[in-house]
Structures are given as structure tokens and as C-alpha cells.
């Protein structure tokens, strides 16, 4: 394989990784709407809202065009059925509509896109070609269609993240017995023979021969095996705490027991597995433990359908009857059990336990000046200023973000952050015209410009500082790095070993660029670089990028809004994005109220006011990008 189809593999996996761990961490970098997230979306909103919303009704009409006009795999398999779909759009054809996109979400569901995806993605990694911007452009776009198709199938991030890598890693041998990540379809099953006896050498042996003549196509097409994965029955077992007795009952497909009176492992080698209690409790007293049956996919992907199915149930329990404590569900130990055998142990610890609870609490030595900073913001409860309507709206918002955070169940998050933001935006005076120039929006287009307005300020700040912890962390290690090693001077100019206390000017990184891009070597991070100069020196490029990100924020805020109103008219639809957006709106509405409490602690003035002053600070500093007066580096520590 030539030096530039590696390097292309190498900047890809790179890519893919970085893309979701961005998301885990902030909540962007990947984008999680597709033309198969669209054509499901407009199902939704004709079977749920007879297509009556008009934000929505727009959004989707622009993804369409965006899709028919840039994205390959529509172009060259699905262009006509889109352009039907787009050419009666606003007309009021609804059943004609719906019937043409339950066409195109079949043809969806089948694989056709998918499949397509990893026939184009072949093809670029394949070239012999040094890297260049249409190819990153085109697998950034490939590699994010693929992710969102994995989650239409039900994995979750954790488990997506490490597929790329995972179709490309290599075999070892441990002990004697050779162990890969590789997704070979080698069934286990046909290596044990008529006395139980698996045949380890050989199936070693075959692992080894189908490796070894492994192509790059090959390896790509190995995404297939995740993706078309036949689920399976399998059940999860839990510990329910608040629930005792010696039982066996069933309750909407969720089996209570007690060990005595039922066992779901059935072979002798593990008929102790089932006792999870005994683990770590010597003690005869037993909770009740709760089997939920599912379509089993991975053990952290079937993760959340198993708690929710089993929280439905409990929550049945709970109104009926009065309990004196608390049902919970110890989720962080739990067996998997598949045909009587345990396929899966978790031997997590559960958090609610008083000793994990004091390990992991909060060490309020560590962060003194900065509670110590809180009393500034205990002017919201003074006795003095109750009377003022915006602390009030800000106590009730910071007490609903408070619930969403304690909340279990995803629909409860997704309610209670938005009542928080809703809280805000109950203002002492109408804003709408003065911030959107129109008396004909609504308190949805309102939102979406504050959140936006103030959500850019953080996303520039984050833009440079992502880069800079990765080459802390790698100076940090660097002892234990196979990376190539930055000369002292450089080190110090770009303050990458600044003792604890020191004040972390980015300025000084951003500056510095240019002299570690010499001594790096990673594509992928080389290309960051770039990125990173151009955003911080070009204003150009800059306004561009902030434009963009605008745009797609205020998408998120329309797509949470929508979630919000099918939770609240308990409308049916696939919930394997709510997760996603759940954690979207936990920063969106966090980031607010945080805003609002530090410009009320130095500006007594009322909600209305400061939400104008947010968007006033966003034009303003678009319109000095533009002319190119603007200091990047402001207040940037």
C-alpha cells in the first residue's frame, strides 16, 4: 500500500474520531441531520402536525434543495424521487408527499444510501494522491452521513467512535490465542464440535488467513457487518433497589423476581453470574432483580431502550403504590444473558452508593476563589431586590436546569431544559421587533437569535483552545509519545508549560503556529493548524465560519423545539437523536442563564434589555469582523 493511500486511511480515522469526540465534549463538530433524517422528519410532521408548521415546513424545504444540489449519493441514486418530492413540496398534496417520502425512507432503510456512502468512501481512500481540500471535503461530508446512518440503526457514539479504527486494526497474538477489533462474520458457533470442545487453533488459523488478505475495499465493505447486524433477543438484568420479596411475576414484558424463584442463566458454568447482588454483598437481604427482553444490538448501544422499558414499567409500580423509599434502578451493574448463557457483565460501580458519592463529590478547596465569586450573583434571593421580576425568572430558570439535570429519562431532560429557557423568555416588554425587525415572528425566532448570539461568543473561544490541549497534553506525556517532540523555545513561546497559577494567553499559541507546524507531523492535525490560523487571521474566513455556525445553531434550536412539542403531544417518532440534542440544549440553555447572572450581577437592568444588548454585541462584532477591527484575543485567558 503506497504512502498516500495510508496517509489518506490515517487522516480519515483521525477525522472520524475527532468528529464525535468534538460532539461528546461540546456538543458540535458533527452534524447529526441527513437526507435520511429529512425524509423521516417530514413523515413525522404530516402524520403528527398535518404539516401545518411553518418553520419547519421551510427548514425542511431548504435541506431538500441543499441535498438535490450537493450531495452526491442523492444526486446519483435518489435525485428523482427528491425532485418529485421537492416539485409539490408547498402545495397542499399532502398524502402525495407522504407517500413519495415513505418511498424514499424505505429505499433508506434498505441500505441503498448506506452502501452507496462506502462505495464513494472506497474510492477516496483508494487514490494514490497526496491529501488535498476536495478530498477532505468530501469524506468530512461522507464520514458524518455514515456516523448518523449508524445511529438511525441504534448504536450509540461510544460504540460509533471506535468503528473506523476497529475496521482497520490488525490481529495479535496474546497467550497464544490471536485477538483482533476486526469485524470478521467468523461464527464462533461452528468451531465447537459434537463434545463441546471449541476448536481454538483452527479458528485462530482462519482468523489469521482472512486477515492477512485483507484490500482496503475489503476493510471498508467490513463496515457492512455492523451495519446490517441481525439483532438478537437477548435480556438485561437489574438490580431494582426499593423493591424486595420473593416473587416471579411479569409486568408489560418485564420479568421482577427474586433468585429462588427464577433463573434467566441456565447452563451450570454461570448460574452464579445472575447474583449481582453478591458481588460485593455478603449480605442474605436481596432487592428484587428486573430482566428486560430487547432486540440486542451492543451492550451500550441496547443500553438506554433497556432502562427506558424497565422505567415505564417502575413507573407503573410507582402510581399505585405508596412506597416508603425511593425505586431505583442500579444501572451501573447489570448481566446481559442471551440462550441461558451471560454474554455480558458491566462491573461498574454504582454512583448512588454513599462511599462512590463522597469520592466523586466535589472538592470545593479546589475551586475556593470561584465560589468564593458566587456571592456576586446572591443579589438573585436578596431581600432588597425580590421584587424584581428578572431575578425571579432567573431563580425559575436555574431550578429547572436543576431538574433536567437530576432527570433520568430523556424526554424528562429534554422538557425541563426547555422550561428553563421558556422561563427567560417571559419578559418585562415585547423585544421581538427590535431584535428581529418584525412583528410577525414568534418567541421560537426570538430564541433562537439570543441563544446564537450569545453560544458564538463560546464557540470562538473554544476554537483555539481545543488545539492548544492537545499539545499541552502532549507535553504534558511526552515521555510516553512516539509523536515528534517541539524544541524548548517553542514550547515556551507558545506558553505550553505554564506552572499551575500562571495566567494561558492563546494569543501567544495562535502566534506560534507557524513554527509547530514545521515540527508536526500528523495530516490530520496539520490541517487543524491551518484551520486554526486562517480562522484567527483571515477575517474572511473567519465571519464565514461564525456564519455557518450561527446557521446551524439556530437549526438545533429549531429541530429542539420540535422534539420539545412531539415529547409534550406524546406524538410517536424515532427517538435515536433526542440524546444528542438533549446534551445540545443542556449547553444552549446552561450558557444563557450563566450569561444572564453575570451581566445582572454588574448591569441592574431588566431581562428584556440584556437580551437586546446580547444580539446588539453579536452585529456589532460581525460588523467589526468585517472591516477588520476586531481583537480575537480579547478577554481570551
Not at 461464527?187 to 482462519?206: P, W
Not at 482496503?216 to 438485561?236: C, M
Not at 443500553?303 to 410507582?318: F, G, P, V, W
Not at 406524538?571 to 437523536?577: G, K, M
Amino acid at each position: 500500500m503506497s504512502d498516500n493511500i495510508n496517509n489518506r486511511i490515517e487522516f480519515w480515522i483521525n477525522l472520524w474520531e475527532d468528529l464525535i469526540s468534538n460532539f461528546l465534549k461540546k456538543s458540535y463538530g458533527l452534524s447529526l441531520y441527513s437526507p435520511h433524517i429529512l425524509v423521516e422528519d417530514i413523515i413525522t410532521e404530516i402524520e403528527e402536525n398535518s404539516f401545518q408548521n411553518l418553520d419547519n415546513r421551510a427548514y425542511f424545504y431548504k435541506k431538500l434543495s441543499f441535498y438535490i444540489d450537493n450531495d452526491i449519493i442523492v444526486k446519483n441514486n435518489f435525485k428523482s424521487s427528491f425532485k418529485i418530492l421537492r416539485s409539490i413540496f408547498n402545495s397542499e398534496r399532502n398524502h402525495y408527499i407522504l407517500e413519495t417520502s415513505k418511498k424514499i425512507k424505505n429505499e433508506f432503510q434498505e441500505g441503498l444510501y448506506f452502501n452507496s456512502c462506502l462505495e464513494i468512501l472506497n474510492i477516496e481512500l483508494s487514490k494514490d494522491e497526496e491529501i488535498s481540500i476536495n478530498f477532505i471535503d468530501s469524506i468530512n461530508y461522507l464520514t458524518q452521513s455514515i456516523i448518523v446512518e449508524f445511529i438511525k440503526k441504534g448504536y450509540v457514539l461510544e460504540d460509533i467512535k471506535k468503528f473506523a479504527e476497529n475496521i482497520f486494526s490488525d490481529y495479535k497474538k496474546v497467550s497464544g490465542i490471536v485477538n483482533t477489533n476486526y469485524p470478521h462474520n467468523l461464527d464462533e458457533q461452528k468451531y465447537i464440535n459434537e463434545n463441546g470442545i471449541f476448536n481454538q487453533s483452527k479458528y485462530d488459523e482462519d482468523i489469521i488467513f482472512l486477515m492477512d488478505k485483507l484490500e482496503t475495499k475489503d476493510r471498508i465493505h467490513s463496515f457492512l457487518q455492523y451495519f446490517y447486524k441481525t439483532k438478537e433477543k437477548a435480556n438485561y438484568i437489574f438490580v431494582v433497589k426499593g423493591l424486595k420479596g420473593s416473587i416471579n411475576i411479569e409486568i408489560g414484558g418485564i420479568t421482577l423476581y427474586s433468585l429462588e424463584n427464577k433463573r434467566f442463566i441456565t447452563s451450570e458454568r454461570g448460574i452464579n453470574d445472575e447474583d449481582i447482588q453478591g458481588r460485593n454483598n455478603n449480605s442474605s437481604e436481596r432487592f428484587i432483580q428486573a430482566s428486560v427482553e430487547i432486540e440486542y444490538l451492543s451492550p451500550k448501544s441496547s443500553l438506554i431502550n433497556a432502562l427506558t422499558k424497565l422505567e415505564n414499567a417502575l413507573d407503573l409500580i410507582s402510581c399505585h403504590f405508596k412506597t416508603k423509599t425511593e425505586i431505583e434502578i442500579d444501572s451501573s451493574n447489570y448481566i446481559i444473558v442471551k440462550n441461558g448463557e451471560r454474554i455480558f457483565s458491566s462491573w461498574g460501580l454504582n454512583k448512588r452508593e454513599n462511599h462512590i458519592k463522597f469520592r466523586d463529590s466535589l472538592i470545593l478547596n479546589d475551586f475556593e476563589k470561584d465560589l468564593n465569586s458566587l456571592n456576586d450573583f446572591s443579589f438573585l434571593w436578596s431581600d432588597k431586590k425580590q421584587h424584581k421580576k428578572g431575578h425571579s425568572k432567573l431563580l425559575n430558570a436555574i431550578h429547572w436546569y436543576s431538574k433536567a439535570e437530576q432527570s433520568i429519562k430523556q424526554e424528562d431532560k429534554m422538557l425541563n431544559y426547555w422550561i428553563a429557557i421558556e422561563n427567560l423568555f417571559n419578559l418585562e416588554f415585547d423585544i421581538l421587533n427590535d431584535v428581529l425587525n418584525s412583528k410577525k415572528k414568534r418567541k421560537i425566532h426570538l430564541i433562537q437569535e439570543v441563544i446564537s448570539s450569545t453560544q458564538i461568543f463560546n464557540y470562538i473561544y473554544d476554537y483555539g483552545w481545543e488545539l492548544y490541549r492537545h499539545y499541552e497534553n502532549q507535553i504534558a506525556n511526552q515521555r510516553f509519545s512516539t509523536a515528534k517532540k517541539l524544541p524548548d523555545e517553542v514550547i515556551l513561546k507558545a506558553n505550553l508549560a505554564v506552572n499551575a497559577g500562571k495566567t494561558i494567553y492563546l494569543e501567544k499559541f495562535i502566534d506560534s503556529l507557524e513554527e509547530i507546524k514545521e515540527h508536526e507531523t500528523d495530516l490530520f492535525i496539520l490541517q487543524k493548524i491551518e484551520n486554526l490560523i486562517s480562522f484567527y487571521k483571515d477575517s474572511k474566513f473567519t465571519k464565514k465560519t461564525i456564519e455557518m455556525q450561527i446557521e446551524l445553531i439556530e437549526s438545533d434550536v429549531l429541530m429542539i423545539y420540535r422534539f420539545r412539542n412531539l415529547i409534550v403531544h406524546n406524538a410517536h417518532f424515532d427517538n435515536a437523536l433526542l440524546p444528542y440534542f438533549v446534551w445540545k440544549i443542556r449547553d444552549y440553555s446552561g450558557t444563557l442563564i450563566r450569561k444572564l447572572i453575570q451581566e445582572l450581577s454588574v448591569n441592574d437592568n431588566e431581562l428584556s434589555n440584556l437580551m437586546i444588548q446580547l444580539f446588539l454585541n453579536k452585529e456589532h462584532f460581525l460588523l467589526e469582523l468585517e472591516r477588520g477591527k476586531v481583537n480575537m484575543f480579547e478577554d481570551k485567558k
